[in-house]
């Protein structure tokens, strides 16, 4: 009949260079706890890890150490067992023999670990935590292991179409700017602030990656003066595309100037007509639901300002199904002239800041134009400002940028899995 102990090493995948010497269960600690020790065998097989000799002797053992491993039963489990150093005949050097199960850490074993990740990817780590009974501190060690050692292996050379955008990690104006491919569809930088800086950054971060900025051949981006700067400044051969989204973005918060302005400023009547409906003039006429749409189809739309705003905003909109650069550009030309002659019958300068729309799209016109060329998006950004919130979420409690970047990286980076990083 099989001894337990034979059994919890078949478990754990031991080859005949470790033996389970006893395996016990303490009732009062609930706790399942595994002694492990080396055989004669081990020092067969083990190698230098300083330059690969064979010949290595036991020196001595250290103190006593633990892993937490997966749950038997339900009941917390630790392997224990006092590691033998090994001596290297050629080089001298002493050092710590390193166990098959043991993870990145030195707390934990391989399988918690990727156990634990598995957790982290659907979940805050605060609450992965409780699940596992560990502390949010080690769990976090669990996560910069994984991310550090995969990250190292992430690949660049590929990169040639980038979306850059901010977001904002915490109120008070601290952001992080995203770096990702956007063919690949995978985050690839991350770094405080939203300056010029951050492009310098992400030079060294791709060279660093078997990538180079010379190979960079499309930005697409928002029209920050600072990300244009750095563009020009590191990636010499990337034409700038000013995506689809912030022009349309942009232009939905013209439009709720233009409402809450004439809110301000109009009769009771008007008023009336404007009263919570900011949301119905920043969705397309499609996405309405049906109050929605009942109640659109209840305003006075000619005595507006603001549903002139918004069929501007919609005409701007149109303006991108066009399907050759020419046509976008006269029908660009064309919406600017239109909301200019507009804005001059307007009383008290309504349609002011859809004139400023039109002033931007003039002054940005080629890397608007640019989309139509490189026919790139920022949707997959702009679909990442979700996954941002709940990496928030995620580094609750721990709002450091190291483990916010982390948990972005691990959730959205497409690193390598877990247990293809174990040695």
Known sequence: MQKPEDTFKQLLGLNDCWDVESARYDEEAGLFELRVRETEKLWIAERCPHDNSDGVTCYDHVKEMRWRHLNVFSKECEIVSELP??????????????????????????????????????????????????????????????????????????????????????????????????????????????????????????????????????????MSKAYMNGVKETCHNAEIVFDKFHVIQNTNRAVDKVRRAEFRKGATDVRHQLEKSRWLWLKNPSNLTEDEQVRMERIDHDMLFTAKAYQMRLALQNIYNARKVRRASERFASWCRWVRKQAAKAKWGLLNPMVKIAAMIESHLAGILAHWNAHLTNAFMEGLNSVFSAVKRRARGYRTVRNIVAVLYFVAGKLPEPKLLFH
């Open 85 to 222: 150093r090994g001596l290297c005949p050629k080089c001298g050097k002493v050092y710590r023999v390193r166990p098959p199960w043991e993870g990145r850490g030195k707390h934990f074993t391989m399988e918690f670990e990727a156990f634990a990740l598995t957790l982290i990817r659907e979940m805050p780590v605060k609450k992965a935590a409780e699940i596992m009974r560990e502390t949010d501190t080690r769990l976090w060690r669990i996560v910069h292991g994984h991310v550090d050692a995969a990250y190292k292996q992430l690949d660049m050379k590929e990169v040639t179409c980038v979306g850059v955008d901010e977001m904002s990690r915490r109120k008070g104006h601290n952001y992080l700017t995203v770096f990702c491919d956007l063919l690949a569809k995978r985050v690839v930088f991350a770094t405080p602030g939203k300056d010029a800086a951050t492009w310098n950054e992400f030079r060294e971060a791709l060279i660093a990656h078997n990538g180079h900025p010379q190979s960079i051949k499309h930005v697409s981006m928002d």
